[in-house]
């Protein structure tokens, strides 16, 4: 694998974890939104990564050459109840419906999505660094 493989690999993944926090800070945003224009509580989401193709003309036997984001979905949990009968929002029993937003789930996945995000950027440094080593080393 060339330097700009590992570039290139290490950058598709920084833009997927990138793209995983915004999600992940949106939804830590909105974990009290009980009234969307949609209509009912926020809905978590998540983030779908998927191997990149190789593309037309390299080998198919080749691993794949870094991650996409194919999707961003709504979590299909259903929304927290919270009785809390004086709330405008409640229904016939006094239930509110709140976001399916778990405060430690998201900052776990918060935690993960960083030291992916951390690694790929040492990965991008050692690449950077290696390759003006050899430039070095070429001008010697």
């Known amino acids: 694998m060339d330097a700009v493989q590992s570039l290139s690999i290490a950058g598709s993944a920084l833009t997927a974890q990138r793209l995983r926090m915004d999600v992940i800070a949106s939804n830590l945003a909105n974990i ?14 998540m983030v779908v990564f998927q191997p990149i193709a ?4 390299h080998d198919l036997q080749a691993p794949t050459m870094g991650v996409e984001v194919t999707a961003i979905v709504q979590d299909p949990r259903p929304p927290r109840r919270v009785h809390d009968p004086g709330n405008p929002l409640a229904d016939a029993n006094g239930f509110v419906n709140y976001p399916n937003v778990d405060l430690t789930t998201e900052m776990v996945d918060l935690l993960a999505a960083s030291r992916a995000y951390q690694a790929n950027a040492a990965v991008v440094q050692v690449t950077r660094d290696q390759v003006q080593r050899t430039i070095d080393l070429g001008r010697a």
Do not use: D, L, M
């Open 32 to 45: 009290e939104t009980v009234s969307t224009p949609g209509g009912g509580p926020y809905r978590r989401e």
């Open 54 to 57: 190789n593309a037309p003309g």
